[in-house]
């Protein structure tokens, strides 16, 4: 069974990029252009882990992903952002890591890897 990956973020090259490179590695892509989607596709798709940009038009990440954590605060979330500044930021500590974008994926692969190993063996 294929493990679900949810790619929230307004920029349709990286949601397409990420998609591409995730599903290289046998992942299912569920894509979402902004945070009120993703909630929405959370709660049709159920997935295995949540990738969020934080500034998007609208809802921001920050405000989706504590939307996400109330209904499944075993969701693991990656907050993905351009912004290292938001590392720091208390707001954002809910999330099980936090990765400034790259198009090297190898850190949100591995992390993905990581975070969902971690989940099976709690499970």
């Known amino acids: 069974m294929k493990r679900k990956v949810l790619v929230t973020d307004d920029d349709l090259g990286i949601r397409k990029?990420?998609?591409r490179e995730l599903?290289?590695?046998d992942y299912e892509v569920i894509l979402a252009s902004n945070a009120q989607e993703a909630i929405e596709k959370a709660r049709e798709?159920?997935?295995d882990?949540?990738?969020m940009d934080i500034r998007m038009p609208g809802m921001d990440g920050i405000q989706a992903m504590n939307?996400?954590?109330e209904e499944n605060n075993e969701?693991?979330?990656i907050i993905n952002s351009a912004y290292s500044s938001y590392k720091e930021s208390f707001m954002?500590?809910?999330a099980d890591a936090y990765l400034v974008k790259s198009t090297d994926t190898?850190?949100?692969i591995s992390t993905i890897e990581m975070l969902l190993e971690d989940r099976s063996v709690c499970l």
């Open 17 to 19: 990029f990420y998609e």
């Open 23 to 25: 599903r290289r590695r």
């Open 45 to 47: 798709e159920r997935p």
């Open 49 to 51: 882990v949540v990738v």
């Open 67 to 69: 939307r996400l954590l």
């Open 75 to 77: 969701l693991p979330i």
């Open 92 to 94: 954002s500590w809910s």
């Open 106 to 108: 190898t850190e949100l």
